[in-house]
């Protein structure tokens, strides 16, 4: 009986210790990269993967798709310790509203890692040459990656998440 009984406590203390971690960074970052060379063991989900079921995408399929998003989570979170969400999540307030706190509503001692990737520009170009191969590189894309920059609000001590900041430089990714 003893063991039994230690059995199950031991399994509700790891029900209970749920951990997210949150792979973000730009666009061509190399969040998918990141995710699948370190974190392959996990569930996870990609907010392009929610995305890419939509025909077009409007700024109302991008708000349904971070509610989708979030209630997959809370799935995933059903029958899993740790799970990874992998997004843009440029801004700290959709982080905050979409996520953290709905699954802080559900997990109130849930651990929030957040690992940010921010490539250098030739690694955002090299990234992007790798990702489509007969893309012809412009200034355009100069031009993206700065502007991403700006839009983009590293994760701070405030959003109660422990932080890892990665810079991918000269296509030696990590």
Same mark, same amino acid.
């Given at each position: 009986?003893?063991?039994?009984?230690?059995?199950?406590?031991?399994? %509700?203390?790891?029900?209970?210790?749920? &951990?997210? @971690?949150?792979?973000?960074? @730009?666009?061509?970052?190399?969040?998918?990269? #990141? %995710?699948? &060379? =370190?974190?392959?063991?996990?569930?996870?989900?990609? +907010?392009?993967?929610?995305?890419?079921? #939509?025909? =077009?995408?409007?700024?109302?399929?991008?708000?349904?798709?971070?509610?989708?998003?979030?209630?997959? /989570?809370?799935?995933?979170?059903?029958?899993?310790?740790?799970? +990874?969400?992998?997004?843009?999540? /440029?801004?700290?307030?959709?982080?905050?509203?979409?996520? =953290?706190?709905? /699954?802080?509503?559900?997990?109130?001692? +849930?651990?929030?890692?957040?690992?940010? @990737?921010?490539?250098?520009?030739?690694?955002?170009?090299?990234?992007?040459?790798?990702?489509?191969?007969?893309?012809?590189?412009?200034? %355009?894309? @100069?031009?993206?990656?700065?502007?991403?920059? &700006?839009?983009?609000?590293?994760?701070?001590?405030?959003?109660?998440?422990?932080?890892?900041?990665?810079?991918?430089?000269?296509?030696?990714?990590?």
């Amino acid at each position: 009986m003893g063991c039994i009984r230690a059995i199950r406590l031991t399994k %509700r203390r790891i029900d209970m210790q749920k &951990k997210l @971690i949150v792979v973000m960074g @730009i666009n061509n970052a190399g969040k998918t990269f #990141y %995710r699948q &060379k =370190f974190l392959n063991n996990y569930p996870y989900v990609d +907010i392009l993967e929610m995305q890419n079921k #939509y025909p =077009f995408i409007t700024y109302d399929l991008v708000l349904k798709s971070y509610y989708e998003t979030s209630n997959r /989570l809370l799935e995933l979170f059903e029958n899993n310790s740790t799970v +990874i969400l992998e997004h843009t999540l /440029l801004r700290a307030v959709r982080r905050e509203e979409f996520y =953290f706190s709905v /699954l802080r509503n559900k997990y109130p001692d +849930i651990e929030i890692e957040v690992v940010c @990737i921010t490539p250098t520009l030739s690694q955002y170009l090299c990234n992007l040459r790798n990702r489509f191969t007969d893309y012809p590189l412009s200034y %355009r894309d @100069i031009v993206n990656y700065v502007e991403m920059l &700006k839009l983009l609000e590293k994760p701070t001590k405030e959003e109660k998440v422990e932080i890892k900041l990665l810079t991918a430089n000269n296509c030696n990714f990590f």
